[in-house]
């Protein structure tokens, strides 16, 4: 599996949006785009993921570039319990067994 | 979403004896299950690919002999970690894949390995 650089921290306040970003820019033509967060001391928790569209769900939006070569994932208003370590992980379609490959992530601080 | 469980959540352990940790599907057969380590302030680290009915595939690095894993079941699988030592103490976390929800892995809540 490709890649990704994200940043190593962002730091947002309450009740606002966060657009946590993510490079891939070796990402291959069928590989998903794959967003997990890992709160303090539990384990990591499926957010949200897409292959070309733009995708949203409860938790959050997911914002893919035209050329696939980055993404945003976007929380519309954060809140405290937002506060986690945010995971962009690209899977192929032929990775057998649903491996994921885990980078160094982006740890999101949210102020009061 | 489907749920994974381990257990225990947390294990305090003397220098050379061995643990083991429990990861179940509770709502779905689980055909592979993933066990993941993590270090303080780093990220997860796959240590091995468990397949139910047959041997695991360990990553490069993880000594099979210490880390044996079992997937008995589609909704069992345990990792022993043998003879432990101080340098073993980590946070073990496993996943399930496969189902129904193909594009997407649950992950359990993790079990906290202190080695004295």
């Known amino acids: 599996d490709a890649k990704t650089t994200q940043p190593n921290s962002m730091e947002s306040n309450e009740e606002e949006p966060v657009h946590l970003p993510c490079n891939h820019s070796?990402?291959?033509?069928?590989?998903?785009i794959h967003w997990y967060r890992q709160l303090p001391s539990q384990g990591p928790e499926y957010v949200i993921h897409?292959?070309?569209s733009n995708v949203n769900n409860r938790m959050a939006s997911l914002a893919i570039a035209e050329d696939r070569k980055s993404s945003t994932l976007i929380l519309h208003r954060a809140t405290l319990r937002d506060a986690a370590v945010y995971y962009c992980i690209l899977r192929g379609n032929n990775n057998a067994g649903n491996m994921l490959t885990f980078g160094g992530g982006t740890r999101l601080m949210v102020k009061p | 979403g489907a749920v994974v469980s381990q257990h225990p959540s947390w294990v305090i352990c003397k220098s050379g004896t061995s643990v083991k940790i429990e990861c179940r599907s509770l709502?779905?057969?689980?055909?592979?299950m993933f066990w993941y380590r993590q270090f303080p302030k780093q990220s997860l680290m796959l240590m091995a690919t468990?397949?139910?009915?047959?041997?695991?595939?360990?990553e490069q690095g993880v000594e099979k002999d210490k880390f044996l894993i079992n997937h008995a079941s589609l909704t069992l699988s345990t990792l022993t970690v043998t003879s432990a030592h101080p340098e073993d103490s980590s946070f073990y976390i496993c996943s399930a894949g496969g189902g129904s929800s193909y594009n997407e892995q649950f992950f359990g809540p993790g079990t906290r390995l202190t080695v004295l």
């Open positions: 468990s397949n139910e009915g047959s041997k695991a595939t360990y």
């Open positions: 070796t990402i291959s033509g069928t590989d998903y």
């Open positions: 897409g292959l070309t």
């Open positions: 709502d779905f057969q689980a055909t592979t």
